[in-house]
């Protein structure tokens, strides 16, 4: 059983890569995420409040409800679930709860995007009109998490089994929780290197091609999934300086580093359903769920860690479909 402390360490990255998520695909206007985000937070505001342990989707009394997402009418409340954070979307969500729901008595707003900016010079009440408490009735994921760090380790246990059940959709992004961890890596190569046969495991060749990312990400993702993938990049290419100090200290042990090759190249073809590593990737989750495989604690923070080394053959075009300069064999080192 984790301890307090890890268990919140734990709770916090989940909810905060959550929130990159949310950031990465705003402005996709995206209907089933936007539904998603409504169910979850249902159930994990749920664990926040015991106020709010009634909620259902405000869908089920109100079709197509405007200004309210959840709602409460035992005890006359509604939650608008948003990743917008200007003033004009929290003034327009305040007047049209009062003026479509008057037998609801409070609105609670909650920012599941970028963190709430201040308001202190902004009314909301319009001068007392509206009955609302900014610093009580808007609330985002650190105010989530703030709570939540009051918590018996029991409760967040509880909390931390949710989360990874429900948001096993979304990859692992980097957050201000957490940055690449050169302790981390050093234990995830160690466990590859220790526990797989490389001898066994050599079933492609090693191309070893020259990617170019800008060509090959569209090629091998939906516009709607490219967001997300160039959020990940952004996120690799802050910490790409550590997964090459590991790989060029295996200059003198190559065999090690063209067996992990081949491990991702298997495992990318075994979750993918196909035969050739070169095919295009399905879908954004095949990164996170090869980094699964390689690391020794079912941990965010290791998930993260041995995610980038997955990026790290991507990017060297060892994965994925390839573009026409790559199809060209262009060979390189992977220690150049």
Not at 31 to 59: G, R, S
Not at 125 to 144: A, E, L, V
Not at 278 to 291: G, R, T
């Amino acid at each position: 059983m984790l301890n307090r402390e890890e268990y919140i360490k734990r709770i916090s990255f989940l909810l905060n890569s959550y929130k990159e998520y949310v950031i990465s695909i705003n402005g996709l206007k995206l209907f089933d995420t936007n539904k998603k985000a409504e169910d979850f937070f249902k159930d994990l505001l749920a664990f926040y409040e015991d106020d709010f342990i009634n909620l259902k989707n405000a869908n089920e009394d109100y079709p197509n409800a405007e200004s309210i997402d959840l709602i409460d009418e035992e005890n006359k409340l509604a939650i608008q679930v948003t990743s917008r954070t200007d003033t004009r979307k929290i003034h327009n969500t305040i007047e049209g709860f009062y003026k479509n729901y008057p037998n609801l008595e409070r609105i609670i707003i909650l920012l599941i995007g970028r963190s709430k900016p201040n308001y202190s010079k902004t009314d909301f009440t319009k001068n007392g009109k509206y009955k609302f408490d900014k610093d009580r009735d808007i609330i985002d994921i650190q105010d989530i998490i703030d709570k939540f760090n009051s918590f018996s380790a029991d409760k967040l246990k509880y909390i931390l089994e949710f989360l990874e059940k429900e948001l096993n959709y979304i990859p692992i992004f980097a957050n201000s929780t957490q940055e690449a961890n050169r302790d981390i890596l050093a234990e995830i190569f160690k466990y590859i290197f220790d526990n797989y046969n490389f001898e066994q495991s050599n079933k492609f060749q090693n191309s070893k091609d020259l990617t170019h990312l800008k060509k090959k990400i569209p090629l091998n993702f939906s516009k709607e999934q490219e967001e997300i993938v160039n959020k990940l990049f952004d996120d690799y290419f802050k910490y790409e300086y550590l997964i090459r100090e590991f790989i060029e200290a295996e200059q003198e042990n190559p065999f090690r580093i063209d067996g992990l090759l081949n491990i991702i190249r298997t495992e990318y073809c075994e979750i993918q359903g196909i035969n050739n590593p070169n095919e295009k990737i399905k879908d954004v989750l095949v990164f996170k769920k090869i980094a699964e495989k390689l690391t020794p604690k079912k941990d965010p923070e290791y998930i993260f860690n041995a995610q980038l080394i997955v990026l790290y053959f991507f990017e060297q075009c060892e994965i994925g479909k390839k573009t026409v300069e790559e199809q060209k064999n262009k060979q390189i080192s992977l220690f150049d």
